[in-house]
């Protein structure tokens, strides 16, 4: 079983910053892609950025050059630096993976989530 576990929401003013974390564990032969996604309420959840194993990233434009991805595949880690917060940018945050179980079977996981606030 793949777990992913993140950390570092909260409440934070328009204009700051929050740094969020994510770690998988289990028994995950290599992830390929890790990511951030959102949902705030009464949208539906969105990209906010990803990267792949070899460090290409994708951001949403809403997030372009204020949010940072970056990933340690030693660790099956993956952060999201979010500068420049913006109320608009409330919202549930999930970390997702897609990796290969030892079997070569492809799958995809969700974290939980975690609730970043921002207040005007």
């Known amino acids: 079983q793949v777990q992913l576990m993140e950390s570092g929401g909260g409440l934070v003013q328009a204009g700051g910053s929050l740094r969020l974390s994510c770690a998988a564990s289990?028994?995950?032969?290599?992830?390929?892609?890790m990511g951030w996604f959102r949902q705030a309420p009464g949208k539906q959840r969105e990209m906010v950025a990803t990267?792949?194993?070899?460090?290409?990233?994708n951001y949403a434009d809403s997030v372009k050059g204020r949010f940072t991805i970056s990933r340690d595949n030693a660790e099956n880690t993956v952060d999201l630096q979010m500068d420049s917060l913006k109320p608009e940018d409330t919202a549930v945050y999930h970390c997702?993976?897609?990796?290969?179980?030892?079997?070569?079977?492809?799958?995809?996981?969700w974290g939980q989530g975690t609730q970043v606030t921002v207040s005007s």
């Open positions: 289990g028994s995950i032969f290599r992830i390929d892609v």
């Open positions: 990267i792949s194993r070899g460090g290409n990233t």
């Open positions: 997702n993976a897609q990796f290969w179980l030892g079997d070569m079977q492809y799958r995809s996981t």
